[in-house]
């Protein structure tokens, strides 16, 4: 045992020598750098057989090392701090967590409060519900009646028997529309007549210059879709083009600035709030429904409206308007009818009425969305890239123009101005040749589309040629924008040659000059 026991001393005795022997080797390491009486000696040893040159080179041996030492101690300082602020990081982010933790916890309860105290409501009502939710409101709305709280609110026909009233700005409306004479709408004009008429009242009432072409292709849109994009450079009248056009009408055109914090269709048509018990109207949902009392003509415009995603807030009204039975145009509101809601509410839904135009205004910078095809292909988009030129026009008076005249013109125009039957098997060739080379092909969307847009363009005072080379720039051509350009090069020069040697040279102005555009920016 002995003999163990002074092994063991021996041996744990050398590993503490080697561990001592690491520290004070790195004690005399740090030392030995830092021996600045040493240098001095070491230097007044040697200094006595210096020359000139020899001490300019010691000084600056001195400067370099002391800048050396420097920049060390620097460097061990910054990280240092660097290390500080990292684990500081770490620490915040841990703090953060934690909060997002218990905000989540508090949510949860909050939710579930909120669910209880709905249960509570629909069960005073006598609704059904299911669920969870049922068994807690049926609870608690026995318990309610027992105390004699509240009284249970009457439900007839599925309509809730109440004297609250939730949506005041479309009861102005139900109110207005009671002693309501309609104008005496001037059912003469032609949509020839509209274009000059409209061009010459912006001119002398409102110092607004367009060139008939752009009105042209106003009208034309307005005849093949509900929703017409306005876009181009800043300053061209995109925002104008509609607002003095609601003028010219004498039916203010209703503007909605679009925000980029637009995410839902609340934004647009507002939304039910559970604590007043009201819905909170937009001017847009109330344009809408005063719509479905007149015949006006009714514009809405959605201003920078791809400012935020128009996927997001304009979602349902998309939808709404591709369904081909009019008659199934109706938004959800509210999940429930009352007895107090508006006339033209039935069942807490609202109908879209036929003579109602959506019309944004888009630019194309880093501060917005690109627009998606699938908005592209439901709207007619006009590109307004040139200033007004000035001229001068006549006083014009404004005109007062009922959308069943606007609609009789336009069903005239379809049959009078049809897509001759050369140009349509043309358009069809040139579907074939643009299968075939560039795999994208029109839809029958957009053929329908244009058969709707030519016409009232014709009709208007354009030429057809004119009209189809328009809406396959900015409907078909367009979509190329999606494919890789750089390779396709050469086909876009083919369909350049093809669109003249098919219609006819210096016909296809419009698309030609988008196509050689693709070319120059890819």
């Known amino acids: 045992m002995n003999g163990f026991l002074k092994w063991f001393f021996a041996f744990i005795t050398a590993i503490l020598q080697g561990f001592a022997e690491i520290f004070l080797g790195f004690w005399r390491g740090i030392k030995q750098i830092f021996d600045i009486p040493g240098y001095i000696s070491l230097f007044k040893q040697y200094s006595g057989e210096f020359t000139v040159t020899g001490w300019i080179l010691a000084i600056l041996s001195i400067i370099i090392v002391a800048a050396l030492f420097v920049v060390i101690g620097l460097l061990i300082v910054l990280a240092v701090r660097k290390y500080i602020r990292f684990r500081h990081s770490i620490v915040s982010n841990e703090d953060l967590l934690e909060e997002i933790s218990l905000l989540q916890q508090r949510v949860l309860k909050l939710m579930k409060e909120k669910d209880e105290i709905m249960a509570l409501k629909v069960a005073s009502i006598g609704a059904p519900v ?5 068994l807690a409101g049926a609870g608690a709305g026995a318990e309610g009646a027992q105390e004699g709280d509240a009284a249970p609110t009457a439900v007839e026909d599925g309509v809730v028997q109440t004297t609250d009233q939730r949506f005041s700005k479309l009861m102005e409306v139900d109110a207005f529309y009671r002693t309501y004479t309609p104008p005496a709408y001037d059912n003469e004009i032609t949509l020839e007549g509209i274009v000059e008429r409209y061009r010459n009242f912006a001119c002398s009432r409102m110092h607004l210059y367009y ?36 003028k010219f009408l004498q039916v203010d055109t209703t503007i909605a600035s679009v925000q980029p914090s637009w995410r839902d269709r609340t934004e647009l048509f507002g939304y039910f709030n559970e604590f007043t018990k009201s819905f909170n109207e937009t001017e847009v949902l109330k344009r809408i429904y005063a719509s479905g009392y007149n015949n006006d003509v009714n514009l809405i415009l959605l201003d920078e409206m791809n400012i935020a995603r128009i996927e997001y807030y304009f979602a349902e009204m998309l939808s709404i308007l591709e369904m081909p039975n009019a008659d199934e145009w109706a938004l959800d509101i509210v999940p429930n009818a009352w007895s107090t809601d508006p006339v033209k509410l039935v069942k807490g839904k609202i109908v879209i009425p036929q003579n109602i135009w959506y019309i944004g205004t888009a630019n194309n910078d880093d501060s917005t969305f690109a627009i998606s095809d699938k908005v592209y292909d439901r709207a007619q988009p006009i590109n307004l890239d040139a200033k007004g030129v000035a001229f001068d026009a ?9 959308y069943d005249h606007l609609n009789a013109l336009f069903e ?13 098997k043309k358009i069809h060739q040139l579907d074939l040749w643009v299968i075939e080379k560039l795999r994208v092909a029109f839809g029958n969307r957009i053929l329908k589309q ?36 750089a390779m396709l090069r050469e086909e876009l020069k083919e369909l350049c040659a093809y669109l003249n040697k098919l219609f006819g040279k210096g016909k296809m102005n419009e698309s030609i000059a988008y196509l050689e555009r693709l070319q120059k920016l890819f």
């Open 394 to 402: 006549p006083d014009t008076e404004p005109l007062c123009l009922g």
């Open 450 to 485: 244009m058969g709707l847009f030519v016409p009232v363009y014709v009709a208007c005072g354009g030429d057809e040629l004119d009209g189809i080379d328009y809406v396959l720039a900015t409907k078909i051509f367009r979509k190329f924008e999606s494919l890789n350009l």
């Open 130 to 134: 299911s669920g969870t939710l049922s």
């Open 211 to 246: 060139e008939h072409k752009t009105i042209r292709l106003f009208l034309a849109g307005m005849a093949s879709t509900k929703l017409i994009i306005l876009q181009g450079i800043s300053g061209t009248g995109k925002t104008s083009l509609p607002y003095s056009m609601g």
């Open 412 to 424: 005239e125009a379809f049959k009078m101005y049809p897509i001759s039957q050369e140009n349509l």
